[in-house]
């Protein structure tokens, strides 16, 4: 085995581990497979035809990524759900990581954020709404960047493929 065989190898698992970590998010999925897609590029052995992946996969991230953000962030504003609440949960998410393994980081997030909304508007059925609909925009945006991710991980794959048949 050659040493373009093991990069081609190590960036798959990376880009694997990356699209994983946007549904999990214990890895910085999207950055993760930004990063494999250059390596590959430099390291693979692909020539032309890995630099033409990259670019292109690194749009798809990047758009992800973006798209993630905004969406989340404009339906977090049309709820006008402050940055504290969403705060409080990313706290109390970290801490049910290893309070509950596998879904801790869900569980805690959402009670989290509940326990803040209930705090800042003093009315349990509010808060309750409010963070149904916070859940519900953070779900969506990390829907579109795994959506993203999954076609930067083709583009790759294709490139793998075009590299292999060269």
Same mark, same amino acid.
């Given at each position: 085995?050659?040493?373009?065989?093991?990069?081609?190898?190590?960036?798959? =698992?990376?880009? =694997?581990?990356?699209?994983?970590? /946007?549904?999990?998010? *214990?890895?910085?999925?999207?950055?993760?497979?930004?990063?494999?897609?250059?390596?590959? #590029?430099?390291?693979?052995?692909?020539?032309?035809?890995? +630099? *033409?992946?990259?670019? *292109?996969? !690194?749009?798809?991230?990047?758009?992800?990524?973006?798209?993630? #953000?905004?969406?989340?962030?404009?339906?977090?504003?049309?709820?006008?759900?402050?940055?504290?609440?969403?705060?409080?949960?990313?706290?109390?998410?970290?801490?049910?990581?290893?309070? /509950?393994?596998?879904?801790? !980081?869900?569980?805690?997030?959402?009670?989290?954020?509940? !326990?803040?909304?209930?705090?800042?508007?003093?009315?349990?059925?509010?808060?309750?709404?409010?963070?149904?609909?916070?859940?519900?925009?953070?779900?969506?945006?990390?829907?579109?960047?795994?959506?993203?991710?999954?076609?930067?991980?083709?583009? +790759?794959?294709?490139?793998? +493929?075009?590299? #292999?048949?060269?």
């Amino acid at each position: 085995m050659n040493a373009q065989t093991v990069v081609t190898i190590l960036c798959g =698992l990376a880009i =694997l581990a990356g699209v994983a970590g /946007i549904i999990i998010p *214990v890895l910085p999925g999207s950055v993760l497979i930004g990063l494999s897609l250059l390596a590959w #590029a430099v390291w693979g052995g692909a020539g032309t035809a890995g +630099w *033409v992946v990259f670019g *292109v996969g !690194l749009a798809f991230v990047l758009a992800g990524m973006a798209a993630g #953000a905004v969406l989340t962030g404009r339906r977090l504003r049309q709820h006008r759900i402050p940055n504290g609440s969403v705060v409080g949960g990313l706290v109390l998410g970290v801490v049910g990581m290893f309070i /509950i393994p596998v879904v801790g !980081l869900f569980v805690g997030f959402a009670a989290g954020l509940l !326990l803040s909304e209930a705090r800042r508007t003093r009315d349990f059925k509010a808060a309750a709404a409010s963070s149904w609909a916070a859940l519900k925009a953070t779900g969506l945006g990390m829907l579109v960047e795994f959506g993203l991710a999954c076609l930067a991980a083709s583009t +790759w794959l294709i490139g793998v +493929w075009v590299a #292999a048949a060269s």
